[in-house]
């Protein structure tokens, strides 16, 4: 059975940082882009990054480049998105999703965290 678990998130003042990590099991983890979805209040959920099996390539929505950072760790099933200089704007529920290599469509999801960003 796949699973994605996300952890990391909570509550952080504007301007700091917080690490999400994402385990997953239950899936060959090499064979999947991995990405990081958020959700704000009355919002659609939207792409925040992409990296593909190896992490030799990533995409960034225009809002959090230059700030996120998204890596992966195929040894140890685990990715990453470091978020640094984070805004009220940031707060959202932050998701976990996999997906086939070569693939467009995100067919595993995690169950989603909180990041909430004071001002």
């Known amino acids: 059975q796949v699973q994605l678990v996300e952890s990391g998130g909570g509550l952080v003042q504007a301007g700091g940082s917080l690490r999400l990590s994402c385990a997953a099991s239950?899936?060959?983890?090499?064979?999947?882009?991995m990405g990081w979805f958020r959700q704000a209040p009355g919002k659609e959920r939207e792409l925040v990054a992409d990296?593909?099996?190896?992490?030799?390539?990533?995409y960034y929505a225009d809002f959090v480049k230059g700030r996120f950072t998204i890596s992966r760790d195929n040894a140890k099933n685990t990715v990453y998105l470091q978020m640094n200089s984070l805004k009220s704007e940031d707060t959202a529920v932050y998701y976990c999703?996999?997906?086939?290599?070569?693939?467009?469509?995100?067919?595993?999801w995690g169950q989603g965290t909180q990041v909430t960003v004071s001002s």
């Open positions: 999703a996999g997906r086939l290599n070569w693939n467009s469509r995100y067919n595993y």
């Open positions: 239950g899936l060959t983890f090499s064979n999947c882009g």
């Open positions: 990296v593909n099996w190896s992490g030799s390539s990533t």
